[in-house]
């Protein structure tokens, strides 16, 4: 990724804090198996500083949108303190298979980690009582729906790995694209996963406004989208 390429993908900036649109498809760090990443880049987004931006949170390779960058130091322990005390305001959208039982709600489903026999691993959801559960819960509305998608705004109390995509597969409406959280033989998806952090609200200065900042949907995601009335309402 060129300089230009990735400076254009900036949603604000200022002395502490990058919040940077990231492209589906391109994980945020390197891997025990190598590639392309997006903190290989990072040098790119210095603008002045001695060293580049570092991250404050995660999204998977597959997820698009809104990601938090700390510029020092500093930045990055305020940063590091929002998210772990949930005082980030966290806005997805998906576009799902189906839809959920109600026009709102909330998820309320323990996540656990489990290791597979062939040495993966998936996120499933654990009882209450289970030593290794950890909360988990999601709040979501529908903004649209139609050809059977349904497009929803999420908004994740916790941060658990992969909390929308197992909690939407859970209530019964996977996300479109979505490769690993399937009824078991289901077929490959031919399509992107269709998940999108579409905003983040950071209360960063105890004497300002929050920073808010919003990622437009990628290409990817389009056609669903408009198939669910996202034209309409902009």
Sequence with gaps: MRAEE???RLLYRDGLVLILDKPAGLPVHGGPGGGDNLE????????????????????????SGCLALGRQHKGLSRLGKLFQEGRVQKTYW???????PA???????PLKKLTTRAGGWRMVVASADDKDAQKSIT?????????GLTWLELNPRTGRTHQIRVHLAHLGCPILGEPQYLPPNSPKPKEPLHLHSRALVLPLYPKKDP?????????HM?????????????
């Design 103 to 109: 026009p709102s709600g909330t998820i309320d489903a």
């Design 222 to 234: 389009l056609a669903a989208l408009k198939a669910c009335g996202y034209a309409s309402k902009g």
């Design 139 to 147: 709040d979501y509305k529908v903004l649209g729906s139609g050809n």
């Design 6 to 8: 990735i400076q254009a």
């Design 211 to 219: 920073i808010r900042a919003e990622a437009p949907p990628p290409p």
């Design 40 to 63: 290989r880049h990072f040098e790119h987004l210095c603008f002045g500083l001695p060293k580049p931006p570092a991250l404050a949170h995660r999204l998977d390779r597959d997820t």
């Design 94 to 100: 998906a576009v799902t298979m189906g839809a959920p």
